[in-house]
């Protein structure tokens, strides 16, 4: 299987160093579940955009300090490819920014929310199980690090998983068994030395220095990002193979 990554943010250069950029990250956590994936990456936050939805079986949206309320020249055009992969039956998987920029290119809304922000590692409570969500425990634990959240749902869209400050953490679009697009709020693709520095690297300027610290009092604790790869993988490889046979 090919999957596309759509590279919507850049890791502070200091931070690359250490861990990779985002496309790195997502194909690591993917790899170790299906090492015979393929990977490719669109570098959207620097004016790319694939040709066709079908220039990759799946594409992923990754995660972005950018807004999909912010006047960029590839907000609209990202939106618009994104309803193609759709009406394709390309299956999609956003994350963090993705996830709120499906749901606006889909009919929802997706502001920045008077919940403030979600930082370091925040628990979930799974709503909705298809099959392909069996190996996720009922509670779960992600980081996340995001203050915009989707308030407003497209049609068609079931809620899986919720917290008291993310109502919509986790959505699937279509048909919850083979939904067209599965999206998440929080990172799964987030190792903790590198959410650590992160933190800490935009402490007192993205937010304040006493958030930050407690929030990386336990950025080490037990999360479930293991279980979110091998379902991704799970989640693709149904789809993409219920459209191959199509």
Known sequence: MKIGILETGEVHPDLKARHGDYPAMFEAMLRSVDSGLEFTTVRVVAGEMPATPTQADAWIVTGSRHGVYDDLPWIAPLKDFLRDCIAARVPVVGIC????????????RAVKSDRGWGLGVQDYEVVTRPGWMADLPDRFAVRALHQDQVVELPQGVTV???????????????DPEAPQALTIQPHPEYGADFMDDLIALRAGTAFPADMAAAARVDIRREVHNENWARMIVDYLHRVAGTRAAA
Do not use: R
């Not at 920014?97 to 929802?108: C, D, V």
């Open 97 to 108: 920014f993705g996830h709120q920029i499906l749901a606006e290119a889909l009919g929802g």
């Open 160 to 174: 899986l998983a919720q917290s008291p400050h993310c109502p919509y953490a986790a959505l699937a679009y279509g």
